[in-house]
């Protein structure tokens, strides 16, 4: 373990000699020196494990140095120094969050006791700190199921990644798992307690999204009745996601180069700009290297975008990874059911060989949707069909339905009846999500939700003929 390390802030040179003699002959710790608030700050770079300073100093006194300290890091150690008449102000400086503080002339028994204290607490923190951060890596690197180099590879990309706070672009297909990739990034990271907010730019109206990123102030547009601060500022100290990014308007790609640039962001109808601090993270299933040649996609965006570009693999691309992601979803539903089937040879050999349009998501509904109406204890390639009727056949006994209780059997007949008439009605409009809403009558974002949460890819019936 590396020694700690004291940072001594005053701008009197003789108590600086002072505090750094009396501390190096009573104190196994290096000394760091700074003679003004700037020239501090400059020093937390170097992660000293307990500040100490004087309050009244010339340009940035002790207050105002603390202030900035939390603003960096909320944990630090500040102890500071007053006068024995400033007493009010080392209790304001407790109530901003200081450690503790000493009073000058120094009782040097107590000005040491304090620092012992402080450096037994924060080697504490550290080491509560590590095996946090060990247990969470353990489990948030557990999310990501598979063996194979794709899958090693992207966990190790993503471990590296989340230690920074770079720009971060996912891409991959429908179902492939960028927004866990998203969310594992911000657990690992240091923003971890801060925010996770997710916002889909597909599926939030042009007209509103500004307002809904950026925020508005009232009166900015008819119905601005008060003012919002929108999912930027709800983001500040942690991540933001912008799922779909490839469907983001023109006008706002540069808006967002900008807050990508300046960190700063102007609400709808205000004149001034607000600092935020955001990572920003953001996912598509397009290609926009395409878009960019189409001229529907800014070219610089897309380089401040992907300072690191993450893809993750579809099936097809690991299948030595489909049993064991299979296995993954088939115990975890076997829990939530009470049941304990197995999958057999041939539906293992099933599985790897089918095409899995909707990917993980996609075998994961099949996993669940198997167990569920499945007759017997071991899955058959049968079972994992999802081109379902609307209601049991004759031969499949209603009173195997009878043996579950009302709300499980009515449960399990709305499941079958939406898988087929949404497949049904993706196969009439040739996967377009727009028309098959229309003739649905529900809403785009309903039925997207219906489609995420069935595991139904509307890209697989893109090449297929439209029949009306």
């Not at 002790?62 to 209790?91: C, F, H, N, P, Q």
């Not at 990508?260 to 700009?273: A, F, I, S, V």
């Not at 998501?361 to 899955?379: D, P, S, V």
């Not at 007949?413 to 098959?436: P, Q």
Request: charge should be neutral.
């Amino acid at each position: 373990m590396s020694r700690q390390s004291i940072l001594i802030v005053d701008d009197k040179p003789d108590m600086l000699g002072f505090l750094t003699r009396l501390l190096q002959s009573e104190l196994d710790v290096d000394i760091l020196c700074a003679d003004n608030g700037d020239s501090a700050l400059e020093y937390l770079q170097h992660g000293p494990d307990v500040v100490v300073t004087d309050i009244r100093m010339p340009g940035m006194n002790g207050l105002e140095l603390l202030r900035r300290i939390k603003a960096v890091d909320r944990d630090a150690i500040v102890i500071m120094m007053t006068a024995y008449g400033s007493i009010e102000k080392a209790v304001e400086s407790l109530q901003q969050g200081a450690y503790d503080f000493i009073t000058k002339p120094f009782d040097e028994e107590r000005l040491l006791h304090t620092l012992k204290k402080a450096l037994e607490h924060g080697a504490l923190r550290q080491r509560t700190r590590n095996l946090t951060r060990r247990v969470r890596e353990r489990q948030v690197n557990d999310r990501l199921i598979g063996q194979s180099r794709a899958m090693t590879r992207l966990v190790e990309t993503i471990n590296l990644v989340a230690k920074t706070d770079i720009t971060v672009l996912i891409t991959g297909e429908t179902g492939t798992g960028k927004e866990l990739v998203a969310r594992m990034i911000h657990d690992l990271g240091d923003r971890a307690d801060g925010p996770l907010v997710t916002v889909n730019c597909a599926a939030i109206p042009e007209e509103i999204l500004e307002s809904e990123l950026f925020g508005h102030r009232k009166g900015a547009f008819t119905g601005a009745r008060t003012d919002r601060a929108g999912l930027f500022v709800a983001a500040d100290g942690g991540s933001i996601v912008l799922d779909e990014i490839g469907d983001m308007p023109l006008a706002l790609q540069t808006k967002l180069l900008r807050v990508l640039q300046d960190k700063e962001l102007r609400p709808l109808g205000d004149d001034r700009t607000r600092a935020v601090d955001v990572r920003i993270m953001a996912s598509t299933n397009q290609n926009l290297q395409e878009k960019i040649m189409a001229g529907t996609f800014r070219e610089d965006l897309y380089h401040r975008l992907a300072c690191v570009a993450i893809h993750t693999p579809a099936l097809r691309d690991i299948p030595e990874d489909i049993p064991i992601i299979a296995n993954h979803f088939l115990a975890r539903y076997n829990r939530e059911l009470g049941t304990d089937k197995k999958i057999s040879d041939e539906g293992f050999r099933y599985l790897v060989a089918r095409g899995w349009s909707g990917n993980v998501r996609e075998l994961q509904n099949a996993i669940k949707r198997a167990l569920i109406f499945a007759r017997g204890e071991q899955l058959m390639p049968r079972d994992f069909d999802c081109e379902l009727s609307v209601l049991p056949r004759p031969e499949d006994h209603a009173a195997d339905l009878c043996e579950r209780s009302y709300p499980e059997a009515k449960k399990a007949i709305l499941e079958k009846f939406t898988v087929h008439y949404m497949t049904s009605l993706l196969e009439k409009t040739g996967g377009n999500v727009s028309r098959a809403a229309k003739r649905a009558g529900i809403e785009r974002q309903s039925l997207q939700q219906l489609l995420k949460r069935y595991g139904i890819s509307a890209d697989r019936f893109r090449n297929r003929q439209t029949r009306g």
